[in-house]
């Protein structure tokens, strides 16, 4: 299952910047992992954001939702999830 996700990260003024650093750098190599695995398929980032969109390639919802809570990031983050499906349209025959 191919999912769009909308990441906006809010860190909160004050917090501590060395636990910031290394939440980013644990949110790093975590993705890291799951763009090997293939599970987070593309990132893009959002101009003048923090944030980014991403597409997902997942077994289920709730595989996806376990993902997500679990970033370390997660806590200040704002998500958006939508559902994706292939095209009739499309030149491809397959969703890349």
């Not at 910031?20 to 992992?33: I, V």
């Not at 599970?39 to 993902?67: K, M, P």
Request: charged letters at 20%; glycine letters at 4%; proline letters at 6%.
């Amino acid at each position: 299952m191919l999912f769009k996700v909308e990441m906006i990260v809010a860190i909160p003024p004050g917090f501590d910047p060395a636990e910031a650093a290394r939440l980013k750098a644990e949110e790093k190599a975590r993705f890291q992992e799951l763009q090997a695995a293939g599970t987070w398929r593309h990132i893009w980032r959002v101009v003048g954001q923090y944030a980014n969109v991403s597409i997902f390639d997942v077994a289920s919802n709730a595989e996806l939702h376990d993902l997500l809570i679990g970033l370390p990031l997660y806590p200040f983050m704002t998500v958006t999830v939508t559902a994706l499906c292939r095209h009739p349209s499309s030149a491809h025959d397959d969703d890349r």
